[in-house]
Every structure is written in C-alpha cells, then in structure tokens.
C-alpha cells in the first residue's frame, strides 16, 4: 500500500509540474510578413488625344480590406492570413495607381476645384481563390459623373492565376500577381475614362450676374 501511496502522489505532483509549465511557458510569437504590391513594368498606355479634364473622387475599399491580406474559401466564406499583411491600406493602393495612371501616362488634367467630371472608384475584392489552380481577383466599381449626371457606371472584376512556377515562394507570388491584376484593371478604368470624356463636351462655367460684373 505504502508504495502504491507513494506512486500515486509522485504522479500527483508530476501532473502539478507540467501544467505549471504550460501555464508559465508563452507561445511563440506571431511575427506577420509584410508585402508592398509592385507591378512589374508593363507596356506604358497610349496618351489620350488631349488633356481632358478629371477630378478624383472618392476612392476608397470595402469595409473588410484592411492590412490583413484576405482570402477567399467560396462565394459566401472571406478569411484573413494573420501572418502575412500588406504595408498600407489597399486603398492606398489603388488611389496612387489611378494618380499615375490617368494624370501621369495617360496625360489628363487633374482639376483640383471648379467644374470637372468627377472619377469614384472603390476596391471591393483584392483577394485569394483558394482553389486549384490558385487565383486571385481584383474587383473595381466605378463611376463618372458631372454636376447633374450621371456619364459612367461600370464593375471590372479580373481573376489571374497564381504562377506557382516562379522563383518566388506562395505569399510573394500571391501578392505580386494581386499587384499585377490592380495595375491591369486601372489600366481598364483608365481607357473607358477617357474614351467617355472624348464624348463628353467639356463643362461650362455659369455666366456671372450682371450685377457682380465690374463697371467699366
């Protein structure tokens, strides 16, 4: 009996002993990597015939892209990597990506008050299919418009296969072939952008009162 008793209480205090270890150990710490979306080069667009005049909207994303880097499991199921994020806001993404595009290469005036056609973007899907082969998409809504009207309604959603072949390991092919796909759908924003304001006769300025004229 004594060296069963003994046993027993040598297993007692074993049991103490580990889950004060587990209690007391901390886990390994989550450390993300972060990812910068550069396109590679591409062919630069055609300019557009004459600077047309464009001012920049509200350009903004779904509620749920934020920095986590997201993933699509099917139609109704988003999840989030929590180790893998991007540096900044997809948003931000996508404004510098339109600034470059429309009033860079494509040579539009931007217009900064007064009368313009006004260009709203927002980023609804930047993501991962998690399927086979892998995929991404990049969904945009956007819209042209002037003071009364409204000139363009359009939504673009581009998928990409994932280059599984690349140098690159998976989160870094992922997150270049989602910069890639952006870089090719405000190219697409860009040319129906301008070909509608090629149709557009530009604004005119509301003729002054004759009262607020000055006297000769």
Not at 92 to 97: H, P, T
Request: net charge negative.
């Amino acid at each position: 009996m004594s060296q069963l008793r003994c046993a027993s209480v040598l297993a007692f205090f074993a049991g103490v002993a580990l889950c004060g270890c587990a209690l007391t150990s901390k886990a390994d710490a989550l450390s993300p990597r972060y990812f910068n979306p550069q396109a590679t080069a591409s062919n630069p667009p055609q300019r557009a015939s004459q600077p047309y005049e464009l001012r920049l909207g509200q350009i903004s994303s779904a509620s749920h892209l934020d920095e986590r880097i997201s993933y699509r499991v099917n139609a109704a199921e988003v999840g989030f990597y929590e180790d893998r994020r991007w540096t900044e806001l997809p948003e931000a993404y996508l404004r510098r990506a339109l600034e470059k595009q429309l009033f860079e290469q494509q040579g539009l005036t931007r217009v900064v008050t007064g009368m313009a056609p006004v260009l709203d973007v927002e980023l609804t899907a930047f993501e991962e299919l998690r399927q086979k082969p892998s995929k991404v998409r990049v969904t945009l809504t956007f819209s042209l418009r002037d003071e009364r009207r409204s000139l363009l309604e359009r939504t673009l959603d581009l998928e990409a296969p994932v280059d599984e072949s690349s140098q690159l390991d998976a989160p870094e092919s992922v997150a270049q072939t989602l910069a890639n796909t952006l870089s090719r759908a405000v190219e697409a924003v860009g040319s129906e952008v301008v070909k509608r304001l090629a149709q557009t006769p530009p604004p005119v300025e509301p003729a002054l009162p004759a009262s607020s004229l000055p006297a000769n």
